[in-house]
């Protein structure tokens, strides 16, 4: 793969703000304009501090569209849960009217005279056009581009408008067109096949072009208005998404997720005249996901949206080409998006301020009268489900002085675990098995790494008193799991792990690159919202691929041997290139109706194949999703049949390796890629993890904070692998967790306390809800409700499940501070 393109295109960095910015690398107090100075700690090692005021808006705000008078702002909350489109006074600050929408996703319109807002309808295939009366949002008319989700894939996403010459364009990224309308009789005048996924499109002022970014071709295609076709292509950086310009027509400005950049057009020459590097430090670490992008009023100001690196860069653009970094200001979790109106910037924040508590749910909740007598099961306002639980915020941001976005800027840098140092020598210590620098020295060759679904650390061991667990919320204690539990008191116990997925479509890419792509960060909720769209995260389509791979094309660049046991592998096969070749074929991929003790037993006969021609990979990926469960359908395996039948064949591959002639030189991972499926009375991240290894701390208890990236930084180090994204490069390697001194003690596997054979039989009503739900791949059940049939399949039907305590994670580490 070519890491880098435009070679011969100058690259203006963040650099050049650096010697300023690390002068100050500490927590900035009282910043001028800043309303929220107070420090945020998330569950992935990363902080917030936004600047501004704020407005609440909805479930994964994607797209702000400010009307020509200013006088209007609307958004589309795209998320899991309600979607809906807000609208807004950006002079008062107050929101106007939110209307529910059916299905919603980024494209957003106003019309020239303010009278209508044109809306993508996403997987319904049609544009909504609202009218704007006594600014609320009326009864929407519909354009249709095709029949509704499943019959046709369309999903329209940017959209752009020519009153005057009553035309609408739509571009979309299931089946990769461009739609031309006629608004009189709302007909099809023109679809175009654009050969890719496009994001956003742009009509030029003199409406003789549009611009198309085509988010999975890393390229904008220009379509002539006249001669009804694409006339030139001008090729960006990677994923490129938002499209701006200037008033004038003469440069574009495009964001480049993948590569943290923004391509600046000449669209007189038709070409990139630079490349603006929106991270914070100097680096081809994926990472930073610019994926939004405003103009000053005064159009020399450019301010660029970091979705992954939670801040604004601003950028000096008067003289486009020669441009030049002001700094950074702070935003909310995961910017999506930001608009200019006057003196002020707004950003949409899509996960809003903070990791945050559920009290509703997932479960029933008990309602007592006054007496505290039980009464029943209370209505619930919304459940909080972690695939909608982290609403979206408005920052709204007065345009900061040069002192303003210079104390901005330092706390930026404070509030980002990455730099330059952690990306050469990690957090780790030294003289440790877990070298701290890339290619250091360890006592440890091979590496397994298993991953099993979706459960919460006090699902399992929430019943182990040496650790922070909730009794009261274990489903699977040590009788269902006693291999789960003995290998966390014979090697490690970590009570402080957080998984940086909120699902499995994001959770696998997290699982395997330190990193999920803006496509599916984005995407994943319109599936698990059931609102169509297909599960396409784990290599079955491009455009979800970080930019440069997973970490087994990693392995294969430095020569590192691997293999994969079911992971990215389907019934057909692998379903990524790097794994032709590298994948055992008798292991079984994913499918519920098959042990995980089955699959142990393939992987035994194909590991001891391998052993005897000391062929073993040096980096193994296995499976283990048996846990994840099939609810109470009648006729499957009960849930605690089949978390003890995980729970056994864990057990098994780890007495197996222990007992071979490699044990000595072996370390065993073990995550969730998730921890959706529960509550959790810490926080809805924090899951069950393990590390197993002659080199491990026996029977120790390690309470450090830990994560899906730091996993991945430990085995990485290991193995002498570069970090894959700025956020393995920043995380802390589980180094704590080992000892220069090895125990070569093999485990002993313990036997099943239940039977593995025990399937449901009893017809209820959690057996009815399970019988319609699809079991056949990983999360197409719906969570909130399987995680509720499983609770009671193991408490009794009429059993009511204890409301879940999660923190809202404000920030540990201002309390380290004051103690």
Not at 128 to 151: H, N, S
Not at 221 to 238: G, L, N, P, R, W
Not at 321 to 350: D, E, Q
Not at 616 to 637: C, E, M, P, W
């Amino acid at each position: 793969m070519q890491f880098f393109k435009n070679h011969s295109i100058l690259r203006v960095s963040t650099l050049l703000v650096l010697p300023l910015l690390l002068a100050t690398y500490a927590l900035a107090q009282n910043i001028p304009g800043n309303s929220k100075p107070a420090k945020v700690l998330l569950p992935n090692g990363w902080s917030l501090s936004p600047a501004g005021r704020s407005l609440p808006l909805g479930d994964l705000p994607l797209n702000i569209q400010i009307s020509a008078s200013q006088k209007l702002m609307a958004v589309t909350n795209n998320g899991q849960s309600k979607q809906s489109i807000q609208l807004i006074d950006p002079q008062s600050e107050k929101i106007l009217h939110d209307q529910p929408i059916g299905k919603a996703w980024y494209g957003l319109k106003f019309s020239a005279d303010e009278k209508k807002l044109y809306a993508s309808g996403a997987n319904d295939n049609i544009v909504l056009v609202y009218p704007i009366i006594d600014k609320k949002l009326g009864k929407a008319d519909t354009i249709i581009l095709g029949k509704a989700w499943p019959k046709e894939k369309i999903g329209p996403t940017g959209i752009e408008v020519d009153d005057a010459g009553n035309r609408l364009y739509a571009v979309t990224k299931e089946n990769n067109s461009l739609y031309v309308f006629d608004l009189r009789t709302k007909k099809v005048l023109n679809k175009v096949n654009l050969g890719s996924e496009a994001y956003d499109c742009l009509l030029s002022p003199d409406k003789a072009k549009l611009y198309i970014s085509l988010w999975g071709a890393d390229k904008l295609a220009v379509y002539d208005i006249k001669a009804q076709k694409i006339s030139s292509e001008i090729f960006t950086e990677s994923h490129p998404n938002e499209i701006i310009q200037n008033r004038t027509g003469k440069y574009l400005f495009v964001a480049n997720a993948n590569d943290n950049s923004v391509s600046v057009i000449d669209t007189k020459a038709g070409k990139v005249i630079e490349v603006i590097s929106t991270a914070l430090y100097p680096t081809r670490l994926t990472g930073s996901t610019t994926n939004g992008l405003a103009l000053s009023e005064d159009e020399k100001t450019l301010y660029v949206a970091n979705a992954d690196n939670n801040c604004l860069a601003v950028f000096n653009v008067s003289n486009p080409g020669k441009s030049s970094s002001k700094g950074f200001i702070p935003t909310g979790w995961y910017p999506t998006n930001v608009r200019v109106a006057g003196k002020k910037i707004f950003v949409s924040n899509g996960k809003g301020f903070t990791s945050m508590a559920n009290p509703d749910g997932p479960q029933p909740i008990k309602k007592t009268d006054d007496s505290g007598v039980h009464i029943g099961i209370s209505a619930q306002k919304e459940v909080q489900y972690i695939g909608g639980l982290f609403k979206g915020t408005l920052s709204v941001i007065d345009q900061p002085t040069d002192t303003q976005l210079e104390s901005f800027s330092k706390q930026v840098y404070a509030n980002t675990p990455y730099n330059k140092q952690t990306e050469a020598i990690s957090k780790g210590l030294a003289n440790n098995p877990v070298p701290n620098i890339q290619g250091g020295k360890s006592p440890i060759k091979y590496v397994f790494y298993v991953i099993k679904e979706n459960r919460t650390y006090d699902q399992v061991f929430g019943d182990i008193k040496e650790g922070n667990g909730d009794p009261s919320l274990c489903i699977f204690p040590e009788k269902v799991t006693p291999n789960h539990h003995a290998l966390a008191r014979e090697f490690v116990l970590l009570d402080n792990f957080y998984v940086d997925a909120e699902v499995s479509a994001d959770g696998h890419n997290w699982s395997m690159a330190a990193y999920a792509t803006d496509y599916t960060e984005k995407t994943w909720p319109t599936s698990y919202g059931s609102r169509g769209g297909t599960y396409d995260y784990e290599g079955s389509r491009n455009i979800a691929y970080p930019r440069d791979g997973y970490i087994w094309d990693y392995a294969k660049r430095v020569g590192i041997s691997y293999r994969s046991y079911g992971e990215f592998v389907t019934k057909d096969g692998p379903t990524t290139k790097s794994l032709i070749g590298h994948i055992a074929a008798k292991y079984p991929s994913y499918n519920l109706d098959i042990k995980d003790i089955d699959r142990i037993a393939a992987f035994k006969s194909d590991f001891d194949s391998l052993l005897a021609i000391n062929s073993v990979a040096q980096f193994n990926t296995i499976r283990l999703g048996n846990d994840h469960t099939s609810g109470q359908r009648i006729g499957k395996l009960t849930p605690t049949a089949q978390v003890a039948d995980n729970d056994l064949a864990l057990g098994l591959l780890v007495e197996h390796i222990s007992n071979s002639s490699i044990w000595n030189e072996s370390a065993i991972f073990v995550l969730e890629d998730d921890a959706q499926n529960g509550p959790d009375h810490v926080d809805a991240h924090r899951s069950p993890a393990f590390v197993i290894s002659p080199y491990t701390k026996r029977n120790s208890v390690n309470s450090s904070m830990f994560s899906t990236s730091g996993m991945l930084r430990t085995m990485e180090l290991i193995l002498g692998l570069p970090p894959m994204s700025q956020y393995d490069a920043a995380a802390v390697p589980l180094s704590d967790c080992f000892t220069t001194t090895p125990d070569f003690k093999p485990y002993k596997v313990k036997s099943a306390n239940v039977d593995l054979e025990q399937r449901n039989v009893a017809w209820n009503k959690s057996a009815k809800r399970s019988q319609e739900w699809n079991f056949a791949r990983e999360d197409a059940a719906p969570d909130l409700d399987l995680n509720e049939v499983v609770w009671k399949s193991v408490k009794g039907e009429d059993s009511i499940m204890p409301a879940p305590r999660r923190s809202a994670f404000v920030k540990l580490e201002q309390k380290k501070k004051d103690d």
